[in-house]
């Protein structure tokens, strides 16, 4: 299992656009991937669960990902929250 920690750098958050990349981004791998933030935790597998979170910018969440891909989900998260949020 591989726990990151991210700071969410987009001023309007994690809001429906950049949520569905991440969505489709997590369902490329067979790894169960997990977000929370404030004690609440939920599966990284519909737009619901991960807008149910509201997380605004500044914030910081913690992703959990445990599967037989883990370390290239894990590479592939740290480069949509290094990369390609700040571009959505």
Do not use: W
């Not at 991960?50 to 037989?68: A, Y």
């Not at 998260?77 to 571009?87: C, G, V």
């Amino acid at each position: 299992m591989i726990t990151k920690q991210y700071t969410i750098t987009s001023a309007q958050g994690l809001h429906a656009r950049p949520a569905t990349t991440l969505i489709r981004l997590v369902k490329n791998f067979k790894s169960i991937v997990n977000i929370q933030k404030g004690g609440k935790t939920v599966r990284l597998n519909s737009m619901i669960n991960l807008l149910s979170l509201t997380i605004k910018g500044g914030e910081t969440i913690t992703i959990t990902i445990d599967g037989e891909d883990e370390i290239n989900a894990a590479e592939a998260l740290d480069t949509f929250f290094a990369e390609e949020l700040k571009n959505l």
